[in-house]
T-cell receptor, first 111, second 119 residues
Framework: RKEVEQDPGPFNVPEGATVAFNCTYS??????FFWYRQDCRKEPKLLMS???SGNEDGRFTAQLNRASQYISLLIRDSKLSDSATYLC????????????FGTGTKLQVIP | GAVVSQHPSRVICKSGTSVKIECRSL??????MFWYRQFPKQSLMLMAT?????????EQGVEKDKFLINHASLTLSTLTVTSAHPEDSSFYIC???????????????FGPGTRLTVL
């Protein structure tokens, strides 16, 4: 089983729709969780950290479910500019605290 | 915000030559920098963790003698791909973790990446 798994998509949604992605992780010792956005042929950019209590930033809501070992990202009122690949990332505390990335979920928002 | 630069952004070289890629944190200090590689339509794969003043920690399957890492200062890490071959062609991305992020929220900030093509 992969350490971090995501549905690769693509998710094709109309403008204005709400879309949700899930990401599962295998290591129960995982401590920190992130969502990154990556545009084609560009570097990943941090979208938001995921806090235990869940957190919201504008149209984006991130949640963590430790019992089931998954994190989610909800995007409301999708914009064309939201089209990108969304990577989840998981960090296990200790050592050099490396972050493991999922393969990403591709989102295409359609006019 | 935290800015990380990489140089060069794109390099084309002949097989057998060596290529050095620089990663700099511009507005923060980073004791730890990470080097990733991303092949088309695949995820980021961590190659090594670079720590200022000590040897890098390489992931399983990554040859440390081929991918030389030097973390010379708190703002600079370099990756040298030695004796490059066509299969080394990839998108190399570095990231840096600010020293001040001592909490469990260990955000990393990525450089813009270096696209290496080995002919």
């Amino acid at each position: 089983r992969k350490e971090v798994e995501q549905d690769p998509g693509p998710f094709n949604v109309p403008e204005g729709a709400t879309v949700a992605f899930n990401c599962t992780y295998s290591n129960s010792a995982s401590q920190s969780f992130f969502w990154y956005r990556q545009d084609c042929r560009k570097e990943p950019k941090l979208l938001m950290s995921v806090y235990s209590s869940g957190n919201e930033d504008g149209r984006f809501t991130a949640q963590l479910n430790r019992a089931s070992q998954y994190i989610s990202l909800l995007i409301r009122d999708s914009k064309l500019s939201d089209s990108a690949t969304y990577l989840c990332a998981v960090n296990i505390r200790g050592g050099y605290q490396k972050v493991t990335f999922g393969t990403g979920t591709k989102l295409q928002v359609i006019p | 915000g935290a800015v990380v630069s990489q140089h060069p952004s794109r390099v084309i070289c002949k097989s057998g030559t060596s290529v050095k890629i620089e990663c700099r944190s511009l507005d923060f200090q980073a004791t730890t920098m990470f080097w990733y590689r991303q092949f088309p339509k695949q995820s980021l794969m961590l190659m090594a963790t670079s720590n200022e003043g000590s040897k890098a920690t390489y992931e399983q399957g990554v040859e440390k003698d081929k991918f030389l890492i030097n973390h010379a200062s708190l703002t600079l890490s370099t990756l040298t791909v030695t004796s490059a071959h066509p299969e080394d062609s990839s998108f190399y991305i570095c990231s840096a973790r600010p020293m001040t992020s001592g909490s469990s929220y260990n955000e990393q900030f990525f450089g813009p990446g270096t696209r290496l093509t080995v002919l």
